[in-house]
């Protein structure tokens, strides 16, 4: 049996470093606020925000009233502590402009108490212009997450999202040039997404230096376009398998470029869950595609080495993806000579070590 040294130097020619995903996520509590369909200037062909945020819609200021007296009851920050606004769901952006000042004075008034120290808006790569986002700078808004999708002008165009790869291009550029961070979602899976399609999106969105990426493989709820296409034949959902091995070359690639994804699965939520027809839903999906991503990282630093790794020393957050459901990815483990014996978990490290 190898035994694996205790202390290996990151540098030495016969080790391999690589990033997993370790320290790339950012601390703190998000507070998140839903504005189901609000803003939005039509709905797209898989949509049922309602089911998935588990509220019905309602207008902006009663949601944003009823956010305040949530807000109100908790104490201010303490020294180094964060806690996050975010307004989800909807387009932002786009709101009515008396909608958006009521939501945006709700993040003052919470920042100046110091219940708020950061927050975010998701919106629309195509519902931006340069005075909603200076208001959105003006309010404290750090990070403005945009609904992409996809860069491919097919899959925007089955998806009726009323935009072109173009515009969310311009849309990219927009937000960063504002001094805003970038944050781009991704729909795999959806009317015209191919495996090879996604991954040339994640290829894109990397070079547009996002601040996080998030991943939501498409589902068919009921009741959406999608649903009554799916019945009749003319879309066919992704597979876990195929779901699973497509985003974990994807995870990979973001791991491999620093960028987060913070998130890899849309939230539980019974309604939502209830109201599935079809797609790659599993309880642990996250997990899955974490430990192909990590399998992927792994193979491609030991087809580095010119002979036998002798060991691997991992961050200790991936103990618990490693060997993915029911340890079904222990043989691919076993045929890279990485079986249990020769793998460590350290408690301090970010990046993994092969050698």
Partial sequence: ????PHHISANSPRNVCFPV????????????????FLGCPGKCVYCAQDRQTGRESSGAQEIAAEARQRLESLPPCGEG???????YGGTFTALPEADRSFCLALLRDMRKSLRITRARCSTRPDALSPAVLEELVRAGIGLVELGIQSFDDRALTLSRRGYQKQDALLGCRAVAEAGLRLGIQLLPGMPGSTPEVFLADVEKALTLSPACLRFYPCLVPEGTALARWFCEGRYRPWTLEETVRTLGTALNMAWQARVP??????????SFDKALLA?????????????????????????????????????????????????ALK????????????IRFDETAHDATLF
């Fill in 1 to 4: 049996m190898s035994k694996i």
């Fill in 21 to 36: 995903g370790g320290g790339q996520y950012g601390s703190g509590r998000i507070f998140p606020v839903f504005l189901p």
């Fill in 81 to 87: 502590e964060e806690r996050e606004l975010a307004f």
């Fill in 261 to 270: 994804v913070i998130r890899l699965s849309v939230a539980p939520e019974p």
């Fill in 279 to 327: 797609g790659p839903r599993h309880p642990a999906l996250g997990a899955l595609i974490q430990a192909e991503a990590l399998l992927i990282a792994v193979k491609n630093a030991a087809d580095t080495l010119s002979r036998r790794p002798e060991g691997l020393v991992l961050p200790r957050f991936c103990q618990g993806f490693l060997y993915g459901d029911r340890g």
């Fill in 331 to 342: 043989e691919r483990w076993r045929k890279l000579d990485l079986g249990p014996e020769r």
